[in-house]
């Protein structure tokens, strides 16, 4: 997971979703009224959808994972639980239809405070419960949150993860030194490229890593050679970085970048 700035709903998709919320509420606030009105509110949705995939990480990845594809509008507190967030854009991830149906599903936990124990990329960032060990491709809780969010997801116990995330690291070296090049020759062009790719990589927590890991003092250790490290070094002064405010919209989605496929509904 990364940080993700949530952008602000127009007034007309807010005022949708607050009539399905009243009539939620005259329907006796039940999880079967949300149901009802979730699956009734086609346009509502269509708005949703159209918000999440513009703060979604890479070109339209699931929020959790950031591997696939997203499908689903994820509840992130569940209807179930709390039936008049249901058409609560604040109450709104983008989700892969496997990590949805398979691991989040309703899973809410909280302390003893109330206070919920996943991780929501949209308010918390990430990295301050998680750390991501991208050469192993596993995390390591720095939490009880991020341990919560490290068992709820699966993050450490599914195979195409842990390799993806591997891979991704060895991706994210190659073209990141790639970007270094292009940018002391003066090939903008190819430096531009290079960017893009690095932004639209899936498991963008890789380079996020990366990020945090140049910044150490032992920098050139953990991440392997100089070359690397002033690559990164470029990179981070180059205010390309993955942190929201520098690099929401940085590759704005267009409409050939946006899954043409049916986006499911569930919790
Ligand atoms: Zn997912």
């Given at each position: 997971m990364i940080p993700l700035r949530r952008p602000e709903a127009d007034d007309d998709l807010l005022r949708q979703c607050a009539d399905?919320?009243?009539?939620?509420?005259?329907?006796?606030?039940?999880?079967?009224?949300a149901q009802s009105q979730w699956s009734a509110g086609t346009a509502e949705k269509a708005g949703i959808?159209?918000?999440?995939?513009?703060?979604?990480?890479?070109?339209?990845?699931?929020?959790?994972?950031?591997?696939?594809?997203?499908?689903?509008?994820?509840?992130?507190?569940?209807?179930s639980r709390r039936p008049l967030r249901t058409f609560c854009w604040h109450?709104?991830?983008?989700?892969?239809?496997h990590c949805n149906s398979n691991y989040k599903r309703t899973e809410y936990p909280c302390d003893d405070f109330g206070q919920c124990l996943l991780i929501d990329p949209s308010v918390d960032d990430p990295f301050d419960h998680l750390i991501l060990l991208p050469a192993s491709g596993e995390f390591k809780?720095?939490?009880r949150k991020?341990?919560?969010?490290?068992?709820?997801?699966?993050?450490?116990?599914?195979?195409?993860?842990?390799?993806?995330?591997?891979d991704a690291f060895i991706r994210c070296c190659?073209?990141?030194?790639?970007?270094?090049?292009?940018?002391?020759?003066?090939?903008?062009?190819?430096?531009?490229?290079?960017?893009?790719a690095l932004h639209r990589e899936p498991f963008a927590d890789v380079l996020r890593a990366m990020e945090d890991m140049a910044r150490l003092p032992h920098?050139?250790?953990?991440?392997?050679?100089?070359?690397?490290?002033?690559?990164?070094?470029?990179?981070l002064s180059s205010s390309r970085g993955t942190m929201p405010e520098r690099r929401l919209f940085a590759v704005p989605p267009s409409r050939s970048e946006t899954p043409a496929v049916p986006l499911r509904t569930h919790d």
């Open positions: 399905r919320t009243k009539r939620i509420q005259k329907l006796g606030a039940t999880s079967k009224a959808r159209a918000l999440l995939f513009r703060m979604a990480p890479g070109v339209g990845r699931c929020m959790y994972c950031l591997n696939s594809t997203g499908t689903d509008i994820d509840h992130f507190e569940p209807k109450n709104h991830l983008l989700a892969c239809s809780a720095k939490t991020g341990e919560e969010t490290k068992r709820a997801f699966g993050l450490n116990d599914r195979p195409e993860l842990v390799y993806g995330r591997q190659d073209v990141m030194v790639g970007w270094h090049g292009c940018v002391v020759r003066g090939d903008l062009g190819g430096a531009e490229r290079r960017a893009h920098a050139s250790l953990v991440l392997g050679s100089n070359e690397l490290v002033e690559a990164m070094e470029a990179w």
